[in-house]
């Protein structure tokens, strides 16, 4: 069974696009939340992460970081682990 992916975003931010693309290389679905322009998600997001920066990645409702770290897993092949990748 896949992983569970949740990843905070906002529309424009580069890193979040290099998060989706890489997640997308890899197959892997995920549900997106949009935090530009709604406090509530944003603070949601902050909450949970105890980060203000997106995007912030949760798998199997851990948090993970943005995408810098979700990179550093993969480069380490950490990440498939995770992802639950066989």
């Not at 890193?15 to 949009?34: G, H, P, T």
């Not at 949601?44 to 980060?51: D, F, G, I, P, T």
């Amino acid at each position: 069974m896949a992983a569970k992916v949740i990843m905070y975003t906002t529309r424009f931010c580069p890193y979040c696009m290099r998060a989706r693309s890489l997640l997308k290389k890899k197959s892997i679905d995920y549900d997106e939340i949009r935090v530009d322009g709604d406090n509530s998600l944003w603070e949601e997001m902050e909450n949970l992460s105890n980060r203000n920066t997106v995007p912030q990645i949760f798998i199997n409702e851990q948090p993970v970081g943005g995408y810098d770290d979700i990179a550093a897993l993969d480069r380490n092949n950490e990440l498939d682990t995770l992802l639950e990748i066989k």
